[in-house]
């Protein structure tokens, strides 16, 4: 069992996930339906043999995965795709998953991603956030982004990536990609160092810790165009994920420093259609005064309201987007009041 031949015959499928468990079959996921690709179920030392092969794939050492128990690395294989994958102990084997990133930058078009998501990237400074779920597509989103820099403007980007998973080729920016842990030792490091290496827009792959924030809140506020991406649902609860994050004495000041840095919150998450496979949904909060002001008086529960309210500002709500998908046949009811941020409004809309 190879894990190219499993890894070929997934993607054929049109699968975006791998999954590889001891006790089960291999399994890809396409289009949000678990189907096997092995022909047996593997046992662990099946499992081991092909995570080591992923290993020798990415040129990367297995000792990683014994001493923290799960690592993250990318690989790609030639004329195929490449692949982000995440190998884990449980149950004292070795389990992975991986996921397919095509080769090449996708088109923002042909994802569905709102123009108004892309024109977010002509700010010149402050911090855009793409939130959501794992597997919701925010790094592709980010890539769209990136992209779109890359190619209407000069500068000197650095993105911070853990793993790198779409490979940016110089076009009118200068593109520094670096890579956690091969390239740095983690995200705060490398963002330190980032401010030091004359950057016009960071993205930064993800805001894990407290220290990586105040570097990221650090960056906006010094004049650069900071791109990250957060695991939350809904622009009101960012905010307080941020806020969270810092003691409670603090909390106060940094409300005021996220309302003058903040441009844009774009949460999303992928649903599925009446007619099988998945729809990417999208809700945009962009920072108007009125915004601003409710961030830093603490007002974050009437963000919602905030942005369903302010379509003519750039705005998209979830829960309108909802509502349009299920006038449009797309999805179902109960589909859209499973995912509204306010399913008894929704109704009553919809």
């Not at 008086?297 to 379509?311: C, E, K, L, V």
């Not at 589909?335 to 009553?348: D, G, Q, V």
């Amino acid at each position: 069992m190879e894990l190219t031949d499993l890894l070929n015959k997934a993607f054929e499928m049109g699968g975006s996930d791998i999954f590889i468990i001891p006790g089960a079959w291999v399994t890809a996921k396409v289009k949000g339906q678990l189907v096997k690709v092995s022909d047996d179920r593997i046992l662990p030392d099946d499992s081991e043999k092909l995570v080591r092969q992923a290993y020798d794939l990415a040129g990367r050492d297995f000792s990683l995965l014994k001493r923290e128990g799960d690592d993250d690395f990318s690989f790609s294989l030639k004329q195929l795709s490449r692949f982000r994958c995440n190998a884990y102990f449980q149950r004292n084997t070795v389990a992975a998953t991986c996921r397919t990133v095509a080769f090449g930058l996708p088109d923002y078009k042909q994802l569905q991603i709102p123009e108004v998501v892309i024109r977010l990237a002509d700010h010149r400074n402050g911090m855009i956030l793409v939130t959501g779920p794992a597997g919701s597509g925010k790094s592709t989103t980010l890539a769209c982004m990136v992209d779109e820099i890359n190619s209407t403007r000069d500068g000197h980007i650095v993105t911070i990536e853990d793993p790198i998973e779409y490979i940016h080729r110089h076009k009118k920016c200068l593109v520094s990609q670096r890579e956690i842990p091969n390239d740095a030792p983690s995200f705060a490091r490398a963002l330190r160092a980032a401010l030091r290496q004359a950057p016009d827009v960071i993205m930064l792959g993800e805001m894990r810790d407290l220290e990586t924030i105040k570097t990221a809140i650090t960056a906006a506020e010094t004049g650069h165009l900071l791109l990250s991406s957060l695991h939350t649902i809904g622009a009101a609860k960012t905010i307080d994920r941020i806020l969270d994050a810092f003691p409670a004495e603090q909390q106060a000041q940094v409300r005021v420093q996220i309302s003058m840095i903040l441009r844009a919150v774009v949460s999303q998450r992928l649903i599925p259609k009446k007619d099988g496979g998945l729809v990417a949904v999208f809700e945009v909060m962009t920072v108007t005064p009125a915004i601003q002001n409710l961030i830093r008086d603490g007002r974050t529960h009437q963000i919602d309201n905030a942005i369903y309210a302010g379509g003519g500002q750039g705005m998209i709500s979830m829960d309108g987007e909802l509502q349009r998908l299920v006038k449009s046949g797309m999805i179902t009811r109960e589909t859209a009041l499973m995912y509204a941020i306010s399913p008894e409004t929704l109704a009553k809309r919809i």
